[in-house]
Nanobody, 115 residues
Framework: QVEFVESGGGLAQPGGSLRLSCSAT????????MGWYRQGPGEQRELVAY???????NTADSVKGRFTISRAYGKHTVYLQMNSLKPEDTGIYYC?????????WGKGPLVTVSS
């Protein structure tokens, strides 16, 4: 079983910044990648950014140039630096990890972008 310790999130003004972090705990052997998904009000869950153990990164077009995913070397910890936030970035941000044939989800910090 893989579990997560997530932090960050909260309220930001448009144009502001927030930073999310997620550490995987439990049976993290063979975790192949980690990332962030989000779900806005009335919307489906969507990929934000994902990074594999090999360092490959996939970032949603809607956040390219504004959000950056990174990881702590040698640890199953990922960060999401969110800059130039927009109201449409509001939502629950779920940490995600793949291990063998399964994927695991965090509970998700809430990000609210509003003036």
């Amino acid at each position: 079983q893989v579990e997560f310790v997530e932090s960050g999130g909260g309220l930001a003004q448009p144009g502001g910044s927030l930073r999310l972090s997620c550490s995987a705990t439990g049976n993290t052997v063979s975790v192949s990648g980690m990332g962030w998904y989000r779900q806005g009000p009335g919307e489906q869950r969507e990929l934000v950014a994902y990074i594999t153990n090999g360092g490959s990164i996939n970032t949603a077009d809607s956040v390219k140039g504004r959000f950056t995913i990174s990881r702590a070397y040698g640890k199953h910890t990922v960060y999401l630096q969110m800059n130039s936030l927009k109201p449409e970035d509001t939502g629950i941000y779920y940490c995600n990890a793949h291990r063998l044939a399964r994927e695991y989800w965090g509970k998700g910090p809430l990000v609210t972008v509003s003036s």
